[in-house]
């Protein structure tokens, strides 16, 4: 099951779509998972030599398998009639090879890295480019639908990514993960699929627990440097409707949305009344022909500079003791939004071909709580110009640690800065394995 959550959310379609299908556990689901599985470098191909024709012995790179659902679905049906077609005989015509495996296993001692990176967004990805290079050996533990989202992040869930440099047509969220990805395992990067779901930060080395492991005295693996990349992730209604029109008319970040080509020239909406929104609503005028903000109370919250620029524009309209309490479209995408008024309860309908949400981020951060210094938001505080938190050898990089900017290359960029605070102090404190 797991393979299925992580090949079936970081497939182009995003991960949003696990959310909307039930795959069934069968056997014949289960073999076809475990035959398509990517093998993970740290075991079974990274250390296999072979004998070439002259008696040498060469390293072999590790072979990687790739598949996304209707392959694994397309599949196991071939086996489920093959072994229909053979009862008894207890096994699929689909061979487990010796070299394929579902899970990395659970260590019975601790299994010890240099350099530990939890998450893997830009930030982690690029972090662990940045250290393989360095010959560090990077351990890279992605997450299994950790904070809600398959690995790889935020960005498995999104459509056209246009801002990013290097892809001047655009490219789909979930597939620059899928290359973020291949570049960390190409310099030789760990990856496990599975959640850190306990750390001990105090100690050295440090201490870290698998999900699933926790109770357990002994941590399953442990390194001297950790890079915290968990990242943010937006607040949202869970409106009806919502899922069907997320990423079709429904967002959270008109900074990398609002220029998609179903938003310009059209009505929006932005649902919050403090600074967030305020900055999106005046963004989103750019493209929109109208802005309307959605308040819940009378008033906002944004600062007085930020409220009077929001009034003032002649594009925006905004809407206080208003709501939105249900996303309507065709199917496809979204074209309305019927509004409650918070104090008289009266019902109404706006033509809106958009609808940004601006209430809020949450930092994966509860992991960290009475350890690390974080905010009053949660956020992980790092010292400015520097990704070094409160702990010797801990350092933070993404949206994690970035409440302002929340963009993929901001996070790549501090996921560089990560790695090479990580080098220089590992240099520092333990030059014999540098």
């Given at each position: 099951m797991s393979f299925l959550l992580r090949h079936y959310g970081r497939s182009r379609v995003g991960a949003s779509l696990f959310s909307r299908a039930v795959l069934p556990t069968t056997p014949a689901i289960?073999?076809?998972a475990a035959a398509f599985h990517s093998t993970d470098p740290s075991h079974a191909q990274r250390d296999k030599t072979s004998n070439d024709s002259n008696g040498s012995k060469e390293k072999q790179k590790p072979k990687h398998y790739f598949a996304t659902a209707s392959a694994i679905l397309t599949a196991a049906s071939f086996s489920s009639l093959s072994t229909s077609n053979n009862p008894g005989s207890g096994s699929s015509s689909i061979q487990q090879k010796s070299d394929y495996s579902t899970m990395p296993p659970v260590p019975q001692t601790p299994n010890h890295s240099k350099v530990?990176?939890?998450?893997?967004?830009?930030?982690?990805?690029?972090?662990?480019?940045?250290?393989a290079r360095a010959n560090l050996n990077p351990v890279m533990f992605e997450g299994m639908m950790a904070n809600g989202f398959a690995p790889g992040g935020q960005l498995t869930t999104t459509t056209d990514v246009e801002n990013y440099p290097g892809?001047?047509?655009?490219?789909?969220?979930?597939?620059?993960?899928?290359?973020?990805?291949e570049q960390s395992v190409r310099f030789g990067t760990e990856i496990h699929t599975e959640t850190i779901g306990k750390v001990d930060l105090t100690t050295q080395p440090i201490k870290l627990w698998r999900e699933g492991e926790?109770?357990?005295e002994q941590p399953t693996d442990t390194a001297n440097s950790v890079i915290i990349a968990t990242g943010a992730s937006a607040k949202r209604m869970h409106l009806p409707g919502e899922e069907t029109y997320w990423q079709a008319g429904i967002s959270a970040c008109a900074v990398c949305d609002g220029a998609a080509p179903i938003f310009k020239?059209?009505?929006?909406?932005?649902?919050?009344?403090?600074?967030s929104a305020a900055e999106e609503a005046v963004y989103l005028t750019k493209y929109a022909s109208h802005v309307y903000v959605l308040v819940r109370r009378d008033k906002l919250r944004a600062s007085k500079v930020m409220a009077n620029r929001l009034?003032?524009?002649?594009?925006?309209?905004?809407?206080?003791?208003t709501v939105p309490i249900e996303c309507k479209g065709n199917g496809k995408l979204l074209d309305s939004l019927q509004l409650q008024d918070t104090v008289t309860k009266d019902t109404r309908s706006l033509d809106v071909n958009g609808l940004f949400y601006a209430i809020g981020h949450v930092p994966a951060t509860a992991l960290f709580k009475g350890q690390l210094n974080l905010d009053e938001d949660g956020y992980?505080?790092?010292?400015?110009?520097?990704?070094?938190?409160?702990?010797p050898g801990v350092f933070a990089a993404g949206d994690v640690q970035d409440k302002k900017y929340r963009q993929a290359v901001t996070s790549a960029g501090t996921g560089c800065m990560a790695a090479l605070d990580s080098e220089r102090w590992l240099e520092e404190h333990f030059p014999e394995q540098h």
């Open positions: 289960m073999q076809c530990i990176i939890i998450g893997s967004g830009p930030a982690g990805h690029t972090a662990a480019v940045y250290l892809f001047p047509e655009g490219i789909m969220g979930g597939e620059m993960m899928d290359k973020f990805r926790e109770d357990n020239n059209k009505p929006l909406a932005v649902v919050g009344g403090g600074d009034s003032n524009h002649a594009k925006v309209t905004i809407l206080y003791n992980i505080k790092t010292t400015p110009g520097s990704t070094e938190t409160n702990i």
